[in-house]
């Protein structure tokens, strides 16, 4: 009896039944998905139909030739490499700019972190309304200072810098908010000391402010190309893949081949295989990110 | 690893210095200006970054011939409120409030909750195999919705949840970031107060509600506001669950096809859009530090 007693008011047991429902949880809607998506991906199988066939590697090897899943993915690496280095680098410079005690400085701030808490759709909406190719203000606006007039989202070469464009507004606030964290980490005895050393601005940043951010460059690097190859809201609501599959990103392809096409054709286990191979991708960069990253980044204290 | 670092790092940051209250870096130089040459950078960036917002602004205000014109107009003269009660009318945007509301409240209390109770016990109690089912949480962070999509859905379908708010509400009921983010922080409050509680014969389960839980307001603000914000402006995750039932839309749901089917009428559009957003930007505008810590701790998900 009181050993029962012990074992029921020890932390095994009560350590249990605090985490149980979130275990549980988390058990069911994220660890178990990715055992049957990879299960389902050596699957025939659509989304709505119970009927499943075991197809062993085929949709692995029907990925090496689909040219529409090819385009997919040259677009969604076409979007990346213009991401990531923009907003990051854009990023830095606006809080480096943002990290000091000037007038309407508050103001400043919020006029960059809002557009963090603003929806995809809603976004999206702003976006298509700006940039729309008759009525936009963004022709009248560049259209002042000589440039355009641009088709935006509905010209093959320009809707995926465009994407990139809104996509970058919108993630700005983001990028900047680690940045201002990481430059208010660094000690002020610090950039004090290269001032009475006389090293100006420049030099004060190459030598002390980037090594010194390095761990927060190395985290948003990560963290965009993460979010970069994961495309999919603003492409679905904006561009829908087009004009003439220029947007057309690779999350966008297997959402298409799932739940539009795949309702009634057997295409979802292709689909899963699909994002299979994204997530590997992701998976190896991020820690081929990591280690080349640590090598190269100074971690203070 | 890496990771830990920043966090670190970023959890040193006072969140007063983010809003730009304190400690910020102030050089004395000569002056070649009457004001800051940052500001010559900083004025053209806000307005870049606000001209999005005060040009839906002024086009939910315009009638619609004033919206199709070129060089815009800028300012309509009269201004049009009637476009706010008639985008209302032409949806069922109060639907769409009402279920994002239900969806969201339940999201947040629920994550309030279990995290709480999972971090506290793998912040204080060594059980069997805690260490591990912590990491094995963590590890479903490196996992997004994207890639898991299909199976995902799959799940939700067995269980009967598609085209309910149940399919929105069951999955997101717990959420690792707010266990991790909360584990973090309970580490970091002083035992002492508990073991005292411990000694008086205080239960566990009466420590976290009367101890922990009031010491760790910031913590749990700061998870609320995030868990608010992911769960409102959600858009993939209905998409695909919500799919013949337009009694279960959520607001996003709601605008994407509301876009559709007024594509041309923009005033009525952007004044939907501007009453979309109002919820959000007013919960940022008041609890923005929580916010800015929010996302600053963020730089751990990753």
Same mark, same amino acid.
């Given at each position: 009896m009181e050993r029962v007693r012990r074992a029921l008011t020890s932390d095994h047991a009560i350590g249990w039944v605090f985490v149980a429902p979130s275990v549980l949880l988390v058990a069911i809607f994220g660890l178990y998905p990715i055992l049957s998506g990879l299960w389902l991906s050596f699957q025939k199988a659509s989304l709505l139909s119970p009927v499943r066939?075991?197809?062993? #590697?085929?949709?692995?090897?029907?990925?090496?030739?689909?040219?529409r899943l090819k385009q997919a993915a040259i677009n969604t690496i076409y979007y990346t490499v213009l991401f990531v280095p923009i907003s990051i680098l854009g990023a830095l410079a606006i809080a480096i700019a943002l990290n000091r005690r000037i007038r309407f400085i508050r103001f400043y701030r919020l006029a960059v972190f809002i557009p963090v808490v603003t929806s995809t759709i809603a976004t999206g909406i702003m976006f298509l309304w700006l940039l729309d190719s008759t009525y936009g203000l963004a022709n009248w606006a560049l259209g002042g200072i000589g440039l355009g007039p641009f088709g935006f989202f509905e010209r093959p070469s320009q809707a995926m810098p465009s994407l990139v464009a809104m996509t970058i507004w919108g993630w700005l606030g983001f990028d900047t908010i680690i940045? #201002?964290?990481? #430059?208010?980490?660094?000690?002020?005895? #610090?950039?004090?000391?290269?001032?009475?050393?006389?090293?100006?601005?420049?030099?004060?940043?190459?030598?002390?402010?980037?090594?010194?951010v390095g761990p927060a460059t190395l985290l948003l690097v990560v963290w965009s190309t993460l979010s970069a190859l994961q495309l999919f809201d603003e492409v679905f609501f904006v561009t829908k893949g087009g004009p003439l599959g220029r947007t057309s990103v690779v999350v966008f392809y297997v959402y298409r081949l799932a739940f539009e096409q795949g309702l009634a054709i057997p295409l979802a286990g292709y689909a899963a295989a699909i994002a299979y191979v994204l997530f590997l991708v992701v998976l190896a960069l991020a820690l081929v990110q990591f280690w080349m990253g640590n090598r190269m980044v100074h971690y203070s204290s | 690893m890496s990771a830990t670092a920043t966090a670190d790092q970023l959890e040193r940051v006072?969140?007063? %210095?983010?809003? &730009?209250?304190? &400690?910020?870096v102030e050089r004395r130089r000569r002056r070649w200006l009457p004001f800051s040459p940052w500001h010559l950078f900083l004025l053209p960036l806000a307005v870049v970054m606000l001209v999005p917002m005060l040009w839906m602004l002024v086009a939910s205000l315009e009638t619609l011939d004033q919206t199709r014109h070129f060089p815009p107009i800028l300012w309509p &003269?009269?201004?049009?409120?009637?476009?706010?009660?008639?985008?209302?009318? %032409?949806a069922d945007m109060g639907t769409w409030f009402w279920?994002? =509301?239900? +969806?969201?409240?339940? +999201? +947040?209390? !629920?994550?309030?909750?279990?995290? !709480?109770?999972?971090?506290?016990?793998? $912040?204080? @109690?060594? =059980?069997? &195999? !805690?260490? $591990?089912?912590?990491?094995? *949480?963590?590890?479903?962070? @490196?996992v997004p919705l994207q890639v898991v999509l299909i199976p995902t859905f799959l799940i939700v379908k067995s269980l009967g949840l598609i085209d309910h708010l149940g399919a929105l509400i069951v999955p997101n009921l717990a959420n690792v970031f707010g266990i991790f983010m909360l584990t973090q922080f309970f580490k970091t409050l002083p035992v002492e107060l508990e073991e005292a509680a411990r000694i008086d014969g205080a239960?566990?389960?009466?420590?976290?509600?009367?101890?922990?839980?009031?010491? !760790?307001?910031?913590? *749990?603000a700061t998870l609320a506001v995030i868990q608010f914000m992911w769960t409102w402006n959600d858009f993939l995750w209905p998409l695909v669950t919500i799919i013949n039932n337009e009694g279960a839309y959520t607001l996003q749901l709601g605008l994407a096809q509301f876009q559709g089917a007024h594509q041309t009428d923009t005033s009525l559009l952007m004044a939907a859009n501007v009453m979309s957003m109002l919820p959000m930007l007013v919960l940022f505008l008041l609890a923005q530090r929580y916010f800015v810590r929010g996302i600053a701790t963020q730089g751990l998900k990753g």
């Open positions: 066939e075991f197809a062993g #590697l085929e949709n692995y090897r029907a990925i090496m030739d689909d040219p940045y #201002l964290a990481a #430059l208010q980490g660094i000690p002020q005895e #610090l950039s004090e000391a290269a001032a009475i050393d006389g090293a100006g601005r420049w030099s004060t940043f190459r030598n002390v402010t980037w090594p010194l | 006072d969140p007063a %210095a983010l809003r &730009g209250e304190v &400690g910020m &003269g009269t201004l049009r409120f009637e476009n706010y009660p008639n985008a209302l009318r %032409a279920n994002t =509301f239900v +969806v969201t409240a339940t +999201v +947040v209390l !629920s994550n309030l909750v279990l995290c !709480s109770l999972a971090a506290y016990a793998f $912040a204080r @109690m060594r =059980f069997l &195999g !805690s260490k $591990a089912v912590y990491f094995l *949480l963590l590890a479903t962070l @490196m239960s566990r389960l009466g420590i976290l509600v009367k101890i922990v839980i009031p010491l !760790s307001a910031p913590a *749990l």
